[in-house]
């Protein structure tokens, strides 16, 4: 039978089995508590981004060009990468948000024109926000009129209450409603090689023979040039590394965190883009082929979904477009703010009472209340307002990173962690693309404009 | 009252009258003083720019400064560490407001004018950190010095003396070279100092653990969000960060160290003397998220036979941790627990009263490794101040405190 010793020394072995798995398991632990604490920032910043506006954008490249303009969503997705991981490094190895380095760097002046068109440029992105929200409760049938000021309300006071958090992560929760249009897409089945055949530029493509029969090689003219720059302008906006850096920051990401913070931002990126593109797919089969070339409404753009919810399509379609937009509109004004006040030297903060950070509160409502107003006031011109919103963020995007790039190449702030060489090209040539993609849209709906007043 | 934007730029001219340059920055020395504006900064064209002293200006106004000597008295301008240079190192720049306990960005600096054997002199005495000198910076060159004025009169002053003003300085020689000491600081609470802490940059934060003396040192990470303290302590030098470590409670150091990587942790331990590191090792051990990882070793014990008088008399004998002196634990003859006893109840009882008749009644305690929530339950079931964690043969391990369960429950 058993003996006293030999199970004492069994009780032994267990113990040190027991403290050698331990053992093992510690870096292990650590490094998920890690990987959960540090997730967020860039998944966030890339999926914000596929708001009302991005939305349109991409419905409308779909069922305009179809195929034709997936070549850009690989270039697109370095550029943002690339611009999105120089502020998430900055913020973890400065420690200081990118308002912040501006402001200490380049004097007050410069911080104060630079926040003033930050500021001006968010608020037609909470306009823009707003107007996906008149969209989407036309679609349900419910009056702008009613929607847009609860919509309104409703961000203003889960923000001030402190919830905003809890809601953030509810909304990303939600963003599972893009998955539609994935399955939509799948549904409609499109010729996927040639698809994703037309994920390398048909330009270059079309010198292949065997491929040439495939491709749709689109014609570079304005109308192009003008979507183009739409895709990368509500893809790639200004607020993304004011509120990244700001998060780095925030969450305590240090050098030793970085990578995994550099993960989240990879990781962000692309799901971003592969949304995209299954947006582009799917619109592409069934507006494109269909001849439906131009989403002017949000009923054209739920035909989208048809494949998938059939005749609630267009119900599927406006809570995604709600909970975008609402997701969106709950975290731009309150970044502005944050970054505005900070640079400028305001208190700041919702843990401050009203009285203590009386600029910080003006400003972040007057961001909400003034965007949802001007939506009621100018709901016709709901088209103009959401184009116009991109163009302002396309003049104010290459401001915003030739600072980063001048910031982060600072061997005194950055030391090591400058750019390397291979870096730097990669992020000028897709600056200077973003220059003249900008001016050319800028030039297009300017002359637009005049063309056609009514917008 | 002059301020540094007004005096930035100003046009200089020697003593017959000839044009110099223009202030382009200046700066204050604090090794001499600490709010004289020492130098001036005077650059004209490709010339090589120059440097006036403080007595060589005869007067200053917003916009023109006269010296008192000739331009070949000036000497060339060198760099020097050793001094402050205001609009590099101060406008724009973060500074810690030791007055308002706070983190403040520099809009603007207040001068005054100070005659001195014929020289005027500048002193900082204030700092702007509010809109008026916003607005000025915004506006100077710009709109006429008049309506500045005007406009800045109408706006809410918010400023900082400059004895108030901690400069924030990461490097540790320029630190020495330009007097920077962190005395001020060391006079705050440790919770304050350490919410100071959160708003400035890793490199901030570095310089100011490293000059504070171990025991505020200590305090300060006490009260830091962990995974702050294990970014400063990882970075310190080991022998620093383990005689910051020393003089931490050592459940506060098993925290800190729990959150470190294997061999800095085992690093620091082994900096620590014997006895301390013995006691955060056995803290380490135990899961955080249980009564032991919870609990204090560092406690006060008596003999439950003992006399009220018998137990004041030993504690004033004895270097007693005050933070630990809430609650006394009780022990049997065969060293096992048997009751707690408040101090509140020791210095109300008579003189010859045995300590084991005023124990807390139920007789609690609790297992090193029973979950935290058992622990807050009890706390919040019995409004505990204090409860004792006991090894299966009933001998006490540690304490938690009730401070201990408020950390956790906020966390």
Redesign the interface.
Known sequence: MWSRESLEAMGERWTQRVQRVRDALRPFRRRIVLFLAVVGPGLIVSNVDNDAGGIYTYAQSGAKYGNAVLWSLIPMTIALYVSLEMCSRMGAFTGKGLSDLVREEFGFRVTFFLMAAVVVVNLGNVMAEFTGVFWASEAMGVSRFISVPIAAILVWVLVVQGTAKVVERIFLAICVVYFAYVISAFLAKPDWLISLLHLLPPQLMQYVPTVKPFLEVPKFDAGYAVILAGLVGTTIAPWQHFFLQAAVVEKRVGPRQYPATRNDVLVGSISCMVIVFFIIVCTAATLHVKGILDVDNAGTAAIALRPLAGKFASLLFAIGLLNASLFAASILPLSTSYVVCEALGFESGIDRKFGEAKIFYALYTALIFLGAFMVLAFGKFANTILLWSQVLNGFLLPAVLIFVLILVNRKDLMGDQVNSRGFNWVAWISTIAMIVLTLVVAYTSIHDLFAHPAG | MLTATELMGAKTYDAQGNYVGKVREFFVEPAEQPNRVAHFLLSRGSFQPLVARHDQVASIEAGKLELSVPERALEAYLPNEGWLAVTKDL???QIIDTAGRKV??V?DLDLTEQRTNGNVELRITQVD?GLPG?VR??LQGIAPQRMIRSLQNRLPARTIRWEFVNLVEPDPLRRLKLRITHEKLEDLHPADLADIMED?????RQGIISSLDEETAAAVLAEL?A??TT?IV?KLDPEKAADILEEMAPDAAADVLGGL??ETSDELLDEMPGQEANEVRELLEFDPATAGGMMNTDFVFVGDKSTRDEVLEWMKEQDLNLDQLDTIVLLDGGAQFSGSVPVARLLLAGSNQVLNELKMEPLLSIQPNADEKDVFELFDKYNLRMLTVVDEDGRPLGVITVDDVVSKLLK
Request: net charge neutral; no cysteine.
């Open positions: 406008l724009d720049q403040v960005r809009n950190v916003a910076r915004l400035l940059s890793p490199a901030e969000d995974r702050l970014q990882e990587p294997k």
